[in-house]
T-cell receptor
């Protein structure tokens, strides 16, 4: 079956702009989680969506937001970009409920954002 | 911060040798998972161990969990050059259902042919 698809793979923005990243989960996965990866802070949890509702949120400012659609596809948005937002943004999908191992994450290849 | 710690930060071994990585965490867990990442790409799930389990095997991987010490180890036996990657432990401090995991800083493994 198809894996987790993230678009775009690479993008360059300037400070103050906004960006929207997209994630298509594995078919049947209802949970989509977003992570930010930087050399200094490592992998940090941004938020999780399950059945179109934000189920968990990490410690990021309100400039970071997301949503999930009825087909489980998810988008995240970062407004008023700062230099420190340069990172690899990873999306991961999982079943999200029901069985043991429901939170085994399948990651996409990531969207690498550079803010100039 | 709940973020786990891993050691060593970097490990370099010869092909055929075993590699051991350790992970420690701070608060009680539902499960602990190990992931591999090749060169800044997406992470790949390797193995999950639940809090009531002490050891699990998957192919050349062996994971142990000591909840009293809040630590886990990942052993890769008979390593191959293709095992060169970064390895992360990730802890679930919730219900076992959600995608909110706390990742360690990772161990970079280099396997020399």
């Amino acid at each position: 079956k198809a894996g987790v698809t993230q678009t775009p793979r690479y993008l360059i923005k300037t400070r103050g702009q906004q960006v929207t990243l997209s994630c298509s989960p594995i078919s049947g996965h209802r949970s989509v989680s977003w992570y930010q990866q930087t050399p200094g802070q490592g992998l940090q949890f941004l938020f999780e969506y399950f059945s179109e509702t934000q189920r968990n949120k990490g410690n990021f400012p309100g400039r970071f937001s997301g949503r999930q659609f009825s087909n489980s596809r998810s988008e995240m948005n970062v407004s008023t970009l700062e230099l420190g937002d340069s990172a690899l943004y990873l999306c991961a999908s999982s079943l999200g409920q029901g069985i043991a191992g429901a939170n085994v994450l399948t990651f996409g290849a990531g969207s690498r954002l550079t803010v100039l | 911060s709940q973020q786990g710690e891993e050691d060593p930060q970097a490990l370099s071994i010869q092909e055929g040798e075993n590699a051991t990585m350790n992970c420690s965490y701070k608060t009680s867990i539902n499960n602990l998972q190990w992931y591999r990442q090749n060169s800044g790409r997406g992470l790949v799930h390797l193995i999950l161990i639940r809090s009531n389990e002490r050891e699990k095997h998957s192919g050349r991987l062996r994971v142990t969990l000591d909840t009293s010490k809040k630590s886990s180890s990942l052993l890769i036996t008979a390593s191959r050059a293709a095992d060169t990657a970064s390895y992360f432990c990730a802890t679930d401090h919730g219900s076992g259902n959600t995608g909110k995991l706390i990742f360690g800083q990772g161990t970079t493994l280099q396997v020399k042919p």
